[in-house]
């Protein structure tokens, strides 16, 4: 196995873990920003697919170990919706947990910024009677919003939230509505924008931080706050939430994080919009 992209962030250690390789059209990922503009920021190819991870992050610290979001999992999807879903790699979590000496019940919990497929298909897998949960130990914080309409969705969303994603976890799931720190400089916090019920993630530690915004900024072409993807319901809110956090995230010199990015796992950016850092993803290829 080649080694696996970290940062530390103070006491905290992130570790990206690879939870499958999707491809998805550049359009509705930039949504109307022209294609002669974001191509200069992020290639596609000949039918205008982008390519693109659903990699979770494994937060450290002291002896708790959490996840941000949970990949694609393994051996749900036929052929059929792998090609739907642009899916060309599954998710092998389990396996990496394990060589870093780790087993899905050492997880304390997960922290979910929505219930998207992309997001929530790692929570659950195949077991002798139907789908069980993967990290049957762990807490799964989701916000109360996006709880109740994961359970009621509406004709837009009823095609990502799958049942068989959140209906062996219910047990597993604490629900919050404003915030909740999980862990002292761990706290996963409500946004909206890209769901009703969507939260980003905070991590500080020793006056180091970084934002996890998530599908909010889905990748470091996303930069322009007004660049917001075609999923998003709350396309303003998301555009407030993004000005709002980079804009944070420059003045205090913290680090934005992603999960879908292909080529960029974290990334600082000056008040004037400059990289002044970058953890690149080491497995893009």
Not at 183 to 193: C, V
Not at 218 to 223: E, T
Not at 239 to 261: E, R
Request: glycine share 8%; proline share 4%; aromatic share 10%.
């Amino acid at each position: 196995m080649r080694s696996i992209d970290t940062l530390q962030i103070g006491k905290i250690k992130l570790t990206w873990l690879r939870g499958g390789n999707i491809t998805l059209d550049g359009g509705t990922m930039f949504g109307v920003v022209p294609k002669s503009v974001w191509t200069r920021k992020y290639p596609c190819n000949e039918s205008n697919l982008i390519p693109m991870v659903t990699d979770p992050i494994l937060v450290q610290y002291a002896d708790k170990n959490f996840l941000i979001d949970s990949g694609l999992g393994a051996g749900k999807l036929s052929d059929k919706h792998k090609k739907i879903f642009g899916v060309t790699r599954e998710s092998f979590l389990e396996e990496q947990l394990a060589g870093l000496g780790l087993h899905a019940d050492d997880i304390h919990g997960i922290l979910m910024t929505h219930l998207h497929n992309d997001h929530a298909a790692g929570l659950t897998k195949l077991g002798n009677n139907g789908y069980e949960p993967v990290f049957s130990k762990a807490v799964h914080y989701i916000h109360a919003t996006e709880w109740e309409e994961v359970q009621n969705p509406n004709l837009r969303s009823r095609g990502t939230y799958l049942k068989e994603n959140w209906q062996p976890i219910a047990d597993l799931v604490e629900t919050f509505t404003e915030a909740n720190e999980v862990a002292p400089g761990i706290e996963i916090i409500h946004t909206g924008g890209h769901s009703a019920g969507y939260s980003m993630i905070k991590i500080e530690s020793e006056g180091q931080a970084a934002y996890h915004l998530g599908d909010l900024l889905p990748s470091h072409a996303h930069q322009n706050p007004l660049w917001v993807m075609a999923y998003d319901d709350y396309p303003m809110n998301s555009i407030s939430v993004k000005q709002k956090w980079i804009t944070n995230a420059a003045s205090q010199g913290a680090w934005l994080t992603f999960y879908h990015d292909y080529f960029v796992r974290a990334i600082k950016w000056d008040e004037e919009g400059n990289v002044i850092d970058k953890v690149e993803n080491e497995h893009a290829s």
